[in-house]
Protein backbone atom coordinates (compact mmCIF):
# COMPACT_ATOMS: atom_id res chain seq x y z
CA UNK A 1 0.00 0.00 0.00
CA UNK A 2 1.59 3.43 -1.26
CA UNK A 3 0.45 6.63 -0.44
CA UNK A 4 1.04 9.87 -1.48
CA UNK A 5 2.66 11.10 2.21
CA UNK A 6 5.21 8.41 2.06
CA UNK A 7 5.00 4.91 4.22
CA UNK A 8 1.54 3.99 5.38
CA UNK A 9 0.98 4.37 9.23
CA UNK A 10 2.14 0.97 10.55
CA UNK A 11 -1.65 0.27 12.11
CA UNK A 12 -3.32 0.55 8.34
CA UNK A 13 -1.28 -1.37 6.90
CA UNK A 14 -1.04 -4.12 9.63
CA UNK A 15 -4.86 -4.14 9.32
CA UNK A 16 -4.63 -4.92 5.89
CA UNK A 17 -1.97 -7.06 6.36
CA UNK A 18 -4.02 -9.07 8.71
CA UNK A 19 -7.86 -8.81 6.79
CA UNK A 20 -8.57 -7.67 10.79
CA UNK A 21 -10.54 -4.63 9.55
CA UNK A 22 -12.01 -2.21 11.97
CA UNK A 23 -15.40 -0.95 11.47
CA UNK A 24 -14.05 2.83 12.06
CA UNK A 25 -10.35 4.60 11.71
CA UNK A 26 -9.98 8.35 12.76
CA UNK A 27 -6.98 9.76 10.94
CA UNK A 28 -5.32 13.33 12.29
CA UNK A 29 -2.60 15.25 11.40
CA UNK A 30 -1.90 18.43 9.12
CA UNK A 31 -1.66 19.11 5.33
CA UNK A 32 -2.88 16.44 2.86
CA UNK A 33 -1.34 13.17 4.89
CA UNK A 34 -4.39 12.33 6.31
CA UNK A 35 -7.13 12.26 3.30
CA UNK A 36 -4.74 10.89 1.08
CA UNK A 37 -3.58 8.25 3.56
CA UNK A 38 -7.93 7.58 3.61
CA UNK A 39 -8.07 7.64 0.13
CA UNK A 40 -5.02 5.13 -0.09
CA UNK A 41 -6.64 2.49 2.47
CA UNK A 42 -10.41 2.41 0.87
CA UNK A 43 -8.98 1.52 -2.37
CA UNK A 44 -6.82 -0.89 -1.00
CA UNK A 45 -9.74 -2.55 1.16
CA UNK A 46 -11.93 -3.09 -2.30
CA UNK A 47 -8.29 -4.24 -3.99
CA UNK A 48 -8.23 -7.95 -5.18
CA UNK A 49 -4.77 -8.21 -4.49
CA UNK A 50 -3.34 -8.13 -0.83
CA UNK A 51 -1.58 -5.29 -0.38
CA UNK A 52 -3.24 -2.99 -2.93
CA UNK A 53 -4.06 -1.02 -4.16
CA UNK A 54 -2.69 -2.64 -7.29
CA UNK A 55 -4.10 0.02 -9.84
CA UNK A 56 -4.41 -3.15 -11.93
CA UNK A 57 -7.53 -4.89 -11.17
CA UNK A 58 -10.78 -3.75 -11.98
CA UNK A 59 -11.73 -2.67 -8.19
CA UNK A 60 -8.38 -0.48 -8.72
CA UNK A 61 -9.26 0.77 -11.65
CA UNK A 62 -12.93 2.08 -10.71
CA UNK A 63 -11.56 3.54 -7.81
CA UNK A 64 -9.29 5.32 -9.38
CA UNK A 65 -9.48 9.37 -8.63
CA UNK A 66 -10.32 11.66 -11.63
CA UNK A 67 -11.68 15.18 -11.39
CA UNK A 68 -13.90 15.41 -8.28
CA UNK A 69 -17.14 16.01 -8.55
CA UNK A 70 -18.04 19.38 -6.37
CA UNK A 71 -20.70 18.26 -3.78
CA UNK A 72 -22.91 20.93 -2.04
CA UNK A 73 -23.87 20.27 1.71
CA UNK A 74 -27.51 21.54 0.82
CA UNK A 75 -27.69 19.25 -2.19
CA UNK A 76 -29.39 21.79 -4.37
CA UNK A 77 -27.01 22.54 -6.62
CA UNK A 78 -25.02 19.44 -6.58
CA UNK A 79 -24.73 16.13 -4.51
CA UNK A 80 -24.41 15.58 -0.97
CA UNK A 81 -21.59 13.06 -1.25
CA UNK A 82 -20.01 11.30 -4.55
CA UNK A 83 -18.54 8.07 -5.35
CA UNK A 84 -14.07 7.55 -4.87
CA UNK A 85 -13.91 7.19 -8.96
CA UNK A 86 -16.31 5.41 -10.47
CA UNK A 87 -16.41 2.56 -7.64
CA UNK A 88 -19.78 2.12 -6.54
CA UNK A 89 -19.12 0.51 -2.75
CA UNK A 90 -16.72 3.92 -1.90
CA UNK A 91 -17.66 6.87 -0.89
CA UNK A 92 -16.84 10.00 -0.02
CA UNK A 93 -18.12 13.32 1.83
CA UNK A 94 -16.57 16.93 1.98
CA UNK A 95 -17.26 19.96 3.16
CA UNK A 96 -19.74 21.36 0.03
CA UNK A 97 -18.22 24.01 -2.23
CA UNK A 98 -18.24 27.28 -0.32
CA UNK A 99 -19.58 25.98 2.66
CA UNK A 100 -17.58 25.64 6.46
CA UNK A 101 -19.34 22.74 7.48
CA UNK A 102 -19.98 18.69 6.39
CA UNK A 103 -24.15 18.99 7.12
CA UNK A 104 -26.08 16.61 8.62
CA UNK A 105 -27.55 15.79 5.56
CA UNK A 106 -24.28 14.84 3.66
CA UNK A 107 -24.08 12.06 6.87
CA UNK A 108 -27.68 11.01 6.43
CA UNK A 109 -27.32 11.01 2.81
CA UNK A 110 -23.98 9.20 3.64
CA UNK A 111 -25.94 6.81 6.44
CA UNK A 112 -28.46 5.89 3.55
CA UNK A 113 -25.78 4.93 1.10
CA UNK A 114 -24.04 2.65 3.20
CA UNK A 115 -27.64 0.52 4.40
CA UNK A 116 -27.74 -0.25 0.47
CA UNK A 117 -26.57 -3.85 -0.55
CA UNK A 118 -22.69 -3.93 -1.53
CA UNK A 119 -23.19 -3.78 -5.58
CA UNK A 120 -19.95 -6.02 -5.92
CA UNK A 121 -20.64 -8.48 -2.91
CA UNK A 122 -17.72 -6.95 -1.07
CA UNK A 123 -16.76 -4.36 0.85
CA UNK A 124 -18.15 -0.98 1.45
CA UNK A 125 -15.90 1.93 2.77
CA UNK A 126 -16.49 6.14 3.18
CA UNK A 127 -14.00 8.83 3.89
CA UNK A 128 -15.48 11.57 5.51
CA UNK A 129 -12.73 14.29 4.95
CA UNK A 130 -12.57 17.44 6.65
CA UNK A 131 -14.24 15.77 9.97
CA UNK A 132 -13.29 18.44 11.84
CA UNK A 133 -16.00 20.61 10.64
CA UNK A 134 -18.96 18.41 10.90
CA UNK A 135 -21.62 20.66 13.92
CA UNK A 136 -22.99 18.60 16.78
CA UNK A 137 -26.14 17.39 14.75
CA UNK A 138 -24.09 15.99 12.21
CA UNK A 139 -21.58 13.97 14.47
CA UNK A 140 -24.58 12.48 16.27
CA UNK A 141 -25.87 11.61 12.95
CA UNK A 142 -23.01 9.95 12.21
CA UNK A 143 -22.69 8.09 16.15
CA UNK A 144 -25.51 6.01 14.67
CA UNK A 145 -23.97 4.56 12.30
CA UNK A 146 -20.56 3.89 13.98
CA UNK A 147 -22.84 2.02 16.76
CA UNK A 148 -24.20 -0.11 14.39
CA UNK A 149 -22.23 0.03 11.35
CA UNK A 150 -23.58 -2.56 8.41
CA UNK A 151 -21.47 -5.73 7.78
CA UNK A 152 -18.25 -5.81 5.59
CA UNK A 153 -18.26 -1.56 5.91
CA UNK A 154 -15.65 0.57 6.86
CA UNK A 155 -15.66 4.57 7.68
CA UNK A 156 -12.69 6.51 7.65
CA UNK A 157 -12.86 10.14 8.77
CA UNK A 158 -10.04 12.56 7.49
CA UNK A 159 -9.08 15.50 9.94
CA UNK A 160 -6.15 18.21 10.73
CA UNK A 161 -6.86 17.73 14.50
CA UNK A 162 -9.60 15.59 16.56
CA UNK A 163 -10.14 18.21 19.10
CA UNK A 164 -13.58 19.48 17.37
CA UNK A 165 -15.17 16.01 17.22
CA UNK A 166 -17.01 14.85 20.44
CA UNK A 167 -15.58 12.33 22.66
CA UNK A 168 -18.02 9.49 21.90
CA UNK A 169 -17.04 9.54 18.30
CA UNK A 170 -13.27 9.52 18.75
CA UNK A 171 -13.79 6.77 21.49
CA UNK A 172 -15.15 4.50 18.56
CA UNK A 173 -12.48 4.48 15.95
CA UNK A 174 -9.05 3.15 15.60
CA UNK A 175 -6.54 6.40 15.95
CA UNK A 176 -3.72 7.36 13.49
CA UNK A 177 -1.61 10.46 13.66
CA UNK A 178 0.41 11.89 11.27
CA UNK A 179 2.91 14.19 12.36
CA UNK A 180 3.98 17.35 10.44
CA UNK A 181 6.82 17.37 8.03
CA UNK A 182 9.18 19.86 9.27
CA UNK A 183 10.80 19.38 6.11
CA UNK A 184 7.88 19.71 3.73
CA UNK A 185 6.98 23.41 5.79
CA UNK A 186 10.38 24.68 5.30
CA UNK A 187 10.15 24.29 1.68
CA UNK A 188 6.83 26.06 1.20
CA UNK A 189 7.41 30.03 0.57
CA UNK A 190 3.85 30.57 2.54
CA UNK A 191 5.30 28.69 5.68
CA UNK A 192 8.83 30.72 5.34
CA UNK A 193 6.99 34.00 5.01
CA UNK A 194 5.07 32.98 8.27
CA UNK A 195 7.75 31.76 10.31
CA UNK A 196 10.09 34.80 9.38
CA UNK A 197 6.56 37.07 11.18
CA UNK A 198 6.71 34.72 13.98
CA UNK A 199 10.55 35.43 14.40
CA UNK A 200 9.94 39.11 14.91
CA UNK A 201 6.95 38.29 16.88
CA UNK A 202 9.00 39.52 20.52
CA UNK A 203 9.49 42.98 19.08
CA UNK A 204 5.61 43.26 17.59
CA UNK A 205 3.47 45.59 19.35
CA UNK A 206 -0.08 44.85 19.61
CA UNK A 207 -1.35 47.20 17.06
CA UNK A 208 0.83 45.56 14.60
CA UNK A 209 -0.80 41.80 16.38
CA UNK A 210 -4.10 42.92 15.28
CA UNK A 211 -3.61 44.19 12.09
CA UNK A 212 -1.82 41.00 11.19
CA UNK A 213 -5.11 38.82 12.41
CA UNK A 214 -7.24 41.37 10.50
CA UNK A 215 -5.44 39.56 7.41
CA UNK A 216 -8.12 36.45 8.09
CA UNK A 217 -10.92 39.04 7.82
CA UNK A 218 -13.81 37.97 5.96
CA UNK A 219 -15.86 34.94 4.66
CA UNK A 220 -15.14 31.92 7.09
CA UNK A 221 -15.19 29.49 3.78
CA UNK A 222 -12.64 31.61 2.87
CA UNK A 223 -10.16 32.40 5.55
CA UNK A 224 -10.46 29.43 7.46
CA UNK A 225 -8.08 27.50 5.55
CA UNK A 226 -5.20 30.23 6.01
CA UNK A 227 -6.29 29.74 9.62
CA UNK A 228 -5.25 26.30 10.13
CA UNK A 229 -1.74 26.96 7.91
CA UNK A 230 -0.94 29.82 10.34
CA UNK A 231 -2.00 27.40 13.77
CA UNK A 232 -0.08 24.35 12.27
CA UNK A 233 3.21 26.61 11.06
CA UNK A 234 2.96 28.33 14.80
CA UNK A 235 2.98 25.26 16.47
CA UNK A 236 6.34 24.28 14.75
CA UNK A 237 7.52 27.06 15.43
CA UNK A 238 6.84 26.97 19.14
CA UNK A 239 8.25 23.04 18.90
CA UNK A 240 11.62 24.32 17.35
CA UNK A 241 11.66 26.59 20.11
CA UNK A 242 11.28 24.28 22.70
CA UNK A 243 13.53 21.95 21.63
CA UNK A 244 16.43 24.95 21.63
CA UNK A 245 15.16 25.92 25.11
CA UNK A 246 15.44 22.16 27.10
CA UNK A 247 18.94 22.22 25.45
CA UNK A 248 20.06 24.15 28.27
CA UNK A 249 19.24 22.19 31.47
CA UNK A 250 18.02 25.25 33.72
CA UNK A 251 15.45 25.79 30.76
CA UNK A 252 11.97 26.95 32.11
CA UNK A 253 9.56 26.12 29.30
CA UNK A 254 5.98 26.63 31.17
CA UNK A 255 5.34 29.71 28.86
CA UNK A 256 6.10 27.98 25.65
CA UNK A 257 3.61 25.11 26.57
CA UNK A 258 0.85 27.27 28.12
CA UNK A 259 1.38 28.93 24.14
CA UNK A 260 0.96 25.24 22.98
CA UNK A 261 -2.60 24.55 25.18
CA UNK A 262 -3.73 27.88 23.36
CA UNK A 263 -2.80 26.80 19.81
CA UNK A 264 -4.63 23.67 20.58
CA UNK A 265 -7.72 25.55 22.08
CA UNK A 266 -7.25 27.68 19.11
CA UNK A 267 -7.72 24.80 16.55
CA UNK A 268 -11.07 23.41 18.35
CA UNK A 269 -12.52 27.06 18.35
CA UNK A 270 -12.03 27.36 15.21
CA UNK A 271 -13.87 24.32 14.08
CA UNK A 272 -17.16 25.86 16.12
CA UNK A 273 -19.77 26.84 14.04
CA UNK A 274 -19.91 30.73 15.20
CA UNK A 275 -16.12 31.16 15.71
CA UNK A 276 -14.50 33.88 14.22
CA UNK A 277 -10.98 33.21 11.97
CA UNK A 278 -10.22 36.81 12.84
CA UNK A 279 -10.69 36.79 16.40
CA UNK A 280 -9.10 32.96 16.49
CA UNK A 281 -5.77 34.44 15.44
CA UNK A 282 -5.61 37.12 17.60
CA UNK A 283 -5.80 35.01 20.58
CA UNK A 284 -2.80 32.71 18.74
CA UNK A 285 -0.63 35.53 17.95
CA UNK A 286 -0.83 37.19 21.79
CA UNK A 287 -0.24 33.89 23.13
CA UNK A 288 2.79 33.55 21.21
CA UNK A 289 4.20 36.83 21.68
CA UNK A 290 3.30 36.40 25.77
CA UNK A 291 5.31 33.41 25.25
CA UNK A 292 8.32 35.07 24.27
CA UNK A 293 8.41 38.10 26.60
CA UNK A 294 8.81 35.92 30.03
Not at 12 to 20: D, N, T, V, W
Not at 134 to 159: G, K, S, Y
Request: with cysteine.
Amino acid sequence: MSTASGDSPILLRRSLESGRIHSAYLLSGPGAAPQDAALDFVRALVCRQPDGPCEECVDCRRSSPGEPIPLDGAGSKGPLLRHVGDHADLFWVERGEGSTRVSIRQIRALQNALHLRSTEGGRRAAVIADAEWMNQEAQNALLRILEEPPPQTTLVLATATATGLLTTVRSRCQRVRFEADPAAAQQDPERIAMRARLDGIATAGIPELLDWAAEYRGARATVVGGVETLLETASLWMRDRVADAVRDTAANVTHELDAFSTLNDCRKTLSQRNANPQMVVERALLALRESTLR
